[in-house]
Each structure stands twice: as C-alpha cells, then as structure tokens.
C-alpha cells in the first residue's frame, strides 16, 4: 500500500496517472489516468471582486453597472453563490449647487443587485447630480477586494432652458 498526497489550488479537471515499473516501461494500475475534478472553496470576500465601468464612473441619467464575481481564497471563481450574501451601498454629494434650477438636486440611492446564477451579480445604479460617491461592495458583510470605490459622476444629458436659466 501507498499513499500519495497532494495540493491543488486552481480549480478545473485533471487527469492522475497512477503508474508502477515494469519491464516494458511504467505500467498504469486498473482504470489510471483518473479524471478529477477540482472545484473552488468556500467564498473569500477579500478575493472576491467587483469588475465594471460603474466602479470606475458613471454618467448622470444613464445607469452604473458592474459585477461582482465570487471567488475563494486561491482566486478560483465560485461557481454559485450558496454561501454568500452580496450587497452594494452608495453614498455621495446630497446636495449640489450647479448654478441653476431653484435648490438642491436629489440623489437616488438605490442599488439593485441581481444574483446571475453562476457566481456573479449584476449591480446596477443611478445618480442624479455631479460629484463624487462612494461605492461600497461586500459580500457577507465584509469589503470586497478595493472597495469601497470613489466613483465621479459626470454630466449625461443636455441642457435644457430650465437647467440654463434662460
């Protein structure tokens, strides 16, 4: 009998071949070369990512997007989220003065966050004035890798009588 060990830390199929010396050469045992799977560990959330133009910018009146891919420890990506719970939060500049209109411009807040089924969420959001916010992600409650992320918000639509002042 003997033992054999060994450590994997990317995930994919491998095939084993288990092999003893004979005559004609290394001769393979009954059923060598073994296929193996191996799969990701559990989440990491300081390995998993947010990737996306919506962590690097957005435009007002168009949405920020992005995803965010679970990953374990060695990096591999998760393939589902079983053990994970991903938010997303935004804060930023709550008022605004541009020069025009009669007061402060309102922010929208809300992130919505859409479980894609293979490891990765949708994130989605909208801002409605000029400044910089900070985009927060976390999975299980804890930062994932980078965040949060300070995100400008640049103009997007074009200006109308109202916005001028005329």
Not at 92 to 111: L, N, Y
Request: glycine share 14%; net charge negative.
């Amino acid at each position: 009998v003997y033992a054999a060990l060994y450590n994997v830390t990317v995930a994919g199929t491998y095939s084993m071949s288990v092999v003893y010396p004979g005559s004609a050469g290394d001769l393979h045992i009954k059923h060598s070369p073994f296929q193996i799977k191996v799969v990701g560990g559990i989440t990491s959330e300081s390995h998993s990512t947010a990737e996306g133009d919506g962590i690097a910018g957005v435009r007002m009146g168009f949405p920020g997007t992005f995803l965010v891919v679970l990953r374990d420890s060695f990096g591999n990506r998760r393939p589902d989220a079983a053990d994970a719970l991903v938010t997303a939060g935004l804060s930023g500049p709550f008022t605004v003065d541009i020069g025009a209109g009669p007061g402060p411009v309102s922010v929208d807040r809300a992130m919505r966050v859409k479980d894609l089924g293979d490891g990765s969420f949708y994130v989605e959001y909208n801002v409605s004035c000029l400044g910089w916010y900070s985009v927060s992600v976390a999975v299980n409650d804890r930062d994932v890798a980078g965040s949060p992320y300070r995100v400008p918000a640049v103009g997007g639509f074009l200006l109308t009588r109202w916005h001028l002042g005329i």
